[in-house]
């Protein structure tokens, strides 16, 4: 195999899983302790709302790191889940009367109930693509193992009804003057 | 029909009359005419160059993030594949250019020499060379629109470089074929000229009919 570059360095994983996770951490308590006590129950909902936006830049930031960042993803799993427990739980058991509205409620609901069906959509559309890599990348892995072919080898080279790009050379005649 | 591909080798035939020829002969043994001199192996034993894995691996943070988004991954892939391949296009075209300068040489020294009559079968070769540089430079990158009636895969994609990666080798051999010419045309013997100008002028017609099918033979969908 031809030379091929090492990957370029990046930020180890863990450091950047640990950065989010205390990011999150220190703003959901921080927020949980802040309000007042009849605000802890639009806390619950932000923080889960935050859970969710945390999950997104987990999931993002594998990018940050190198081959594997399975940190992150762990990471974006588990606030992932997190978030969509605690809104619906919060949205689906009665609230305290001087919280939400039950319209409002019910609309929290639905709208947690559609992000999870979106979500669950791409993770599917996302799975059905990795699905068709490992044999592209098998096709790819054959192909480097074998000994290269000149194009003058392929069939398509010697197509006889294909016609000539220029005249055919003239016969050999006396020297020019 | 199984798709022509870049697998099997195909039998030798005289360019002029398709006649089967041996896999020695230099001349054709029914018409007489030259035979291109087989194909090099001189890549043979060497594994190929995968400039797919050198793009993939030198992805930055942006087309990493593309890759994690749902719907973007196949399209920043099938980009990352015709990014290898125009790099791979750009060095096959540069060879070609190369064996162009060879026969550039060589009228240059014919017409220093006074050797017209060669000149008439040097520049049909020239031409050819000519218009195939530019088409292998800018081919066809294997777009496919939202709703075409062929889709170009990323599979596609990657045969697409697997059959592009042949002309690098028929490239070097051109370029070996065309190397002696301007000593030959500082010689006198013009028949030997003509016979490599002929020889030359068949691997260049071979290397354009290939290429021009290129996209519909990865696909599986040429007809012959």
Redesign the interface.
């Known amino acids: 195999?031809?030379s091929?570059?090492?990957?370029?360095s990046?930020i180890a994983a863990p450091i950047v899983a640990a950065i989010l996770f205390v990011a999150a951490v220190v703003l959901m308590v921080g927020m949980y302790l802040l309000l007042p006590q009849n605000g802890h129950y639009l806390g619950l909902v932000t923080i889960g709302i935050l859970s969710l936006v945390f999950a997104a830049i987990s999931?993002?930031a594998?990018?940050?790191s190198a081959a594997n960042p399975a940190p992150q993803r762990t990471l974006a799993w588990a606030f992932y889940a997190f978030g969509f427990a605690l809104l619906l739980v919060t949205f689906a058991l009665p609230a305290p009367a001087y919280s939400l509205a039950l319209v409002w409620q019910v609309t929290g609901l639905v709208l947690t109930l559609v992000a999870l069906a979106g979500s669950i959509a791409?993770?599917a559309?996302?799975s059905r693509?990795?699905a068709?890599e490992p044999?592209?990348e098998a096709?790819?892995a054959e192909?480097?193992?074998?000994?290269?072919?000149?194009?003058?080898?392929?069939?398509?080279?010697?197509?006889?009804?294909?016609p000539?790009?220029?005249?055919?050379?003239?016969p050999?005649?006396?020297?020019?003057? | 029909m199984p798709p022509?591909?870049?697998?099997?080798?195909?039998p030798r035939?005289c360019p002029?009359c398709?006649a089967p020829v041996g896999a020695s002969d230099r001349f054709c043994p029914s018409c007489g005419g030259p035979i291109?001199a087989p194909?090099?192996t001189a890549?043979?034993?060497?594994?190929?160059?995968?400039l797919?894995?050198?793009v993939d691996?030198?992805r930055?943070?942006?087309k990493?993030?593309q890759?994690?988004v749902?719907?973007f991954?196949?399209y920043r892939q099938g980009e990352d594949i015709r990014a290898a391949d125009s790099i791979l296009r750009r060095q096959v075209a540069d060879k070609i250019k190369n064996a162009r300068t060879s026969a550039e040489n060589a009228r240059a020294a014919l017409t220093q020499s006074?050797?017209?009559?060669v000149?008439?079968?040097l520049a049909?070769?020239i031409?050819?060379l000519l218009?195939l540089e530019p088409k292998i430079r800018s081919a066809e990158q294997g777009y496919s629109g939202i709703s075409p009636a062929t889709r170009v895969g990323?599979?596609d994609l990657?045969r697409l470089y697997?059959?592009d990666?042949?002309?690098?080798?028929?490239a070097d051999?051109l370029d070996q074929t065309l190397a002696p010419l301007p000593a030959l045309a500082a010689g006198a013997n013009?028949?030997d000229l003509?016979r490599l100008?002929?020889s030359a002028?068949s691997?260049?017609?071979?290397?354009?009919?290939?290429?021009q099918?290129?996209l519909k033979?990865v696909q599986g969908i040429?007809v012959?």
């Open positions: 195999m031809a091929v570059s090492t990957p370029v990046r999931y993002l594998q990018s940050l791409g993770i559309w996302r693509m990795l068709t044999p592209r096709a790819r192909w480097r193992a074998r000994t290269p072919v000149s194009a003058f080898d392929y069939q398509t080279a010697h197509a006889p009804d294909a000539a790009t220029a005249p055919p050379p003239s050999p005649s006396s020297r020019g003057p | 022509p591909g870049p697998t099997e080798p195909a035939v002029s398709h291109p194909p090099a890549a043979a034993g060497s594994a190929p160059v995968d797919r894995e050198k691996q030198d930055g943070t942006l990493r993030l890759l994690l749902p719907g991954r196949a006074g050797q017209f009559s000149l008439m079968d049909p070769l031409s050819d218009t990323n599979a990657d697997e059959y990666y042949g002309f690098v080798l028929a051999q013009a028949a003509q100008v002929a002028r691997q260049v017609s071979q290397l354009q009919q290939a290429f099918v290129r033979a040429l012959q």
